[in-house]
């Protein structure tokens, strides 16, 4: 199912059932439809229309789970366990194309006017062309699978964990990065390296001023773009954060617990 909670209070406000015997891995919302992305067992995107939550369409193409959803302008970008970015026409749902993001699985995305960049559980981020979905660099650096991305107009954010994944018993590392890696897009060079983070960087969000991360470890953190400073580090009395996202006045972080987090900017001396 998923929960609708009314902003600012975050009550529960509207409940949406799917009938299947799978469940939603990613999520993404426009000023139309809410997108869900589902598990292995059945490697669609669910388009659910607001006004009234009946699933209006169900995009199959994928063959894996559909890791992370992201949209630029007039396209729906899904990355999946398939190793494959499909992008879809949001007018009419139909498959625009596909690239292979990755060599195995696609973890997470991003997108602007020019560019595609995928994650993964290759250790780096590619970055495609929009227009013909050439890749331009592979960004190489990190020492863990990528887990987050943000984009602005002049950074791309990725932040490192490791997914757990090498085959049926293989274990966790027990030690691995999590960073944030800050890459500028006029050269593709890491001009710094946020850290902080014990575990795995799960979400990034960036404002005017500011890039957020949230982890595993449990902590929001808060880096100045002025100078890449750490200006907050909030310890969360949850096992894990999971997700995030911000508008003007609030920090929302999922957590393990079910719950979401809304933190006032200003309370948090932001």
């Known amino acids: 199912m998923i929960r609708v909670l009314k902003k600012p209070e975050l009550n529960l406000y509207?409940?949406?059932?799917?009938?299947?015997?799978?469940?939603?891995?990613?999520?993404?919302a426009d000023d139309k439809y809410l997108y869900g992305g589902t598990v292995w067992n059945d490697?669609?995107?669910?388009?659910?229309d607001k006004s009234n939550f009946d699933v209006k369409t169900s995009l199959e193409g994928h063959l894996g789970t559909v890791f992370t959803l992201v949209q630029q302008r007039h396209h729906l970008y899904s990355g999946s366990g398939d190793s494959r970015v499909i992008i879809w026409n949001r007018d009419d749902w139909g498959e625009v194309g596909s690239f292979s993001g990755q060599r195995h699985f696609v973890l997470?995305?991003?997108?602007?006017?020019?560019?595609?960049?995928a994650g993964g559980i290759d250790d780096c981020t590619n970055v495609f062309t929009q227009d013909d979905y050439t890749q331009v660099i592979s960004l190489e650096g990190h020492d863990a699978n990528v887990l987050s991305l943000a984009s602005d107009d002049a950074y791309l954010y990725s932040g490192s964990g490791e997914l757990w994944w090498?085959?049926?018993?293989?274990?966790?590392p027990p030690r691995f990065e999590s960073a944030v890696r800050v890459w500028d897009k006029r050269d593709w060079s890491c001009i710094a390296v946020l850290k902080g983070h014990s575990d795995n960087v799960n979400a990034i969000v960036t404002d005017a001023q500011f890039v957020y991360s949230v982890s595993d470890d449990s902590t929001l953190r808060v880096y100045a773009k002025k100078d890449w400073a750490e200006k907050l580090c909030l310890k969360v009395d949850a096992t894990r954060i999971l997700s995030m996202?911000?508008?003007?006045?609030?920090?929302?972080?999922?957590?393990s617990d079910g719950s979401i987090r809304q933190l006032q900017k200003t309370s948090i001396g932001l």
């Open 14 to 28: 509207r409940q949406a059932q799917y009938h299947g015997t799978t469940y939603f891995i990613s999520l993404l």
């Open 43 to 48: 490697c669609s995107i669910k388009v659910y």
């Open 108 to 117: 997470s995305l991003a997108a602007d006017e020019k560019y595609i960049y």
């Open 245 to 255: 996202a911000i508008d003007v006045s609030f920090v929302y972080i999922g957590c």
């Open 166 to 172: 090498g085959g049926p018993g293989s274990p966790r």
